[in-house]
């Protein structure tokens, strides 16, 4: 007898019995005086499920089929006509299936993709810490990691949106049908039991490895650019979360560290900004949390990548107040020629291309950079110049308009009394009168620059004073 023929037999035989002991189990609740309305699904729902059922179990492959005790479960419950917990038993096999797929595809990528809460997060760390992740939370985990496609995570989402309304749990099992649990039952199969990761998922997971296990050569790398560059945005986040905690955790080896060196400013280009501001929070609540190695590790892991402007506006204050400090006591020092272009380095690593900078360090920043680039009448330091310049080059409307309001400044008004200071000061107020847009600016910026008398009195004039809205 051939196969086609015995499952035909055996979808009339199972029908004939459904219909039996459904007949015997009515009686039975009956008999004992209980409630049979809204209780079992129709029969007619129930054929439905046995008459297709076969082409979708078909769809799973001999291992997944062996072990899919919920399904075994699902089709019991379709029989007896509890189809509320029919929907329950392919969720949970769904949910298993997706945990196994996690704890063999990468843990700590998957814990660094979908939990952004540090405190969290450090305590997630083994396959039986899973059962922590919420549902919801593990379809958009796999999602983020590739695990799941972008058709695979709508579906499930709903589904799993079905779960809690339609399910067990809320008994209005009458308004599902056969043919939607057939269709559910389908896409799981389809879009997790018997799918594997493939593509750049794979890619992640080998580079991943590699990582953890071996040691990587500059030559190594320009076929892992490659495809990171290929990278769909949301692999790119997984992807740049997971190597920052790698590399902030201080257990990590050394050689996993040096290896993440040499890939970490290709991911951090590659990855969206909201990520990017996302990772420089966390140094903040490293800070915060008084974890002071990784806080430390946190620190040099933006600096390998040019992020440090990318630090929380509160942190980033902290930060370039502490550097602008630095640079100024190095300028009013000795030798400051020799130690200004390091400090100078320094503080422009945490200025961000935006060239925003928190107002509550502007008016010192912007004296600071002013008093470095036009010198001490003795001369400038030439190695930090390009330093000052790129800052310079960066400053927006409230830097301008701090930077006119130093006419008025008496650290920087005795120091305009050199020639040297006088004629780059106005060099640089020339460069910034045709940025700025504020008419009242380029007043000032007009006064200072074309100025004929001496540039240290010119703030305590009634002109410049009224422009610079100041006291009399």
């Known amino acids: ?10 979808k009339n035989e199972i029908q004939s019995g459904v219909d039996q002991f459904t007949s015997e189990l009515t009686n039975y609740i009956q008999s004992l005086d209980l409630p049979l309305d809204r209780v079992l699904v129709e029969v007619s729902e129930r054929k439905k499920v046995f008459l297709n059922l076969p082409d979708v179990v078909n769809l799973l492959s001999d291992d997944s ?27 949970d096999e769904t949910i298993a299936n997706l945990r196994e797929k996690v704890s063999r595809f990468d843990l700590e990528y998957f814990y660094s993709s979908v939990v952004t809460d540090e405190n969290r997060r450090n305590k997630l760390k083994t396959p039986q810490d899973l059962e922590k992740i919420e549902d919801w939370e593990l379809i958009r985990g796999c999602h983020l990691i590739g695990v799941l496609s972008d058709i695979g995570f709508n579906h499930l989402d709903y589904i799993r ?42 890619e992640i997971k080998r580079l991943l490895n590699n990582i953890r296990t071996n040691s990587l050569t500059s030559s190594d790398i320009k076929p892992i650019i490659s495809n990171i560059e290929l990278l769909p945005e949301d692999l790119s986040t997984s992807l740049l979360r997971t190597i920052f905690g790698m590399y902030t955790d201080p257990k990590m080896t050394a050689n996993a560290k040096n ?67 630095n640079l100024f006591s190095a300028h009013i020092g000795l030798n400051n020629f020799y130690y200004e272009p390091s400090h100078a380095k320094s503080l422009a690593e945490y200025i961000p291309n935006t060239g925003k900078i928190p107002k509550s360090v502007r008016s010192f920043y912007v004296k600071t950079i002013i008093m470095c680039r036009i010198g001490n009448g003795r001369g400038v330091s030439w190695a930090a110049c390009e330093y000052y310049d790129l800052l310079i ?80």
Request: hydrophobic share 40%.
């Open 393 to 472: 080059g960066k400053f927006q409307e409230p830097e301008i308009k701090e930077v006119a309001l130093l006419i008025i400044d008496s650290d920087i008004s005795s120091r305009l009394q050199f020639s040297s200071c006088s004629k780059k000061f106005k060099e640089i107020c020339q460069q910034l009168h045709e940025r700025t847009v504020s008419k009242k600016i380029k007043s000032a910026l007009n006064l200072i620059i074309n100025s004929e008398t001496e540039l240290p009195n010119l703030g305590k004039t009634s002109e410049m004073k009224r422009i610079l809205n100041v006291s009399q």
């Open 161 to 202: 949106n079905m779960r809690n309304w339609a399910s067990a749990a809320h008994p209005n099992q009458y308004e599902l049908t056969g043919l939607q649990l057939l269709s559910w039952l389908e896409i799981c199969i389809k879009e997790v039991i018997s799918k594997e990761p493939v593509g750049s998922v794979i």
């Open 1 to 10: 007898m051939s196969k086609e023929v015995m499952i035909v037999k055996q």
């Open 65 to 91: 089929r062996h072990n899919a005790f919920h399904i075994a479960k699902f089709i019991a419950a379709c029989g007896v006509g509890l189809f509320d917990a029919a929907l329950n038993f392919l969720w």
């Open 259 to 325: 290896n993440i060196k040499l890939i970490a400013e290709f991911v951090w280009s590659n990855a969206p900004e909201d990520t990017k501001n996302e990772i420089g929070f966390k140094y903040s609540t490293f800070a915060a949390n008084a974890e002071v190695d990784r806080k430390n590790l946190a620190n040099e892991f933006l600096t390998l990548v040019n992020g440090l402007s990318y630090l929380s506006a509160d942190t980033l204050a902290i930060e370039i107040n502490e550097k602008v400090n």
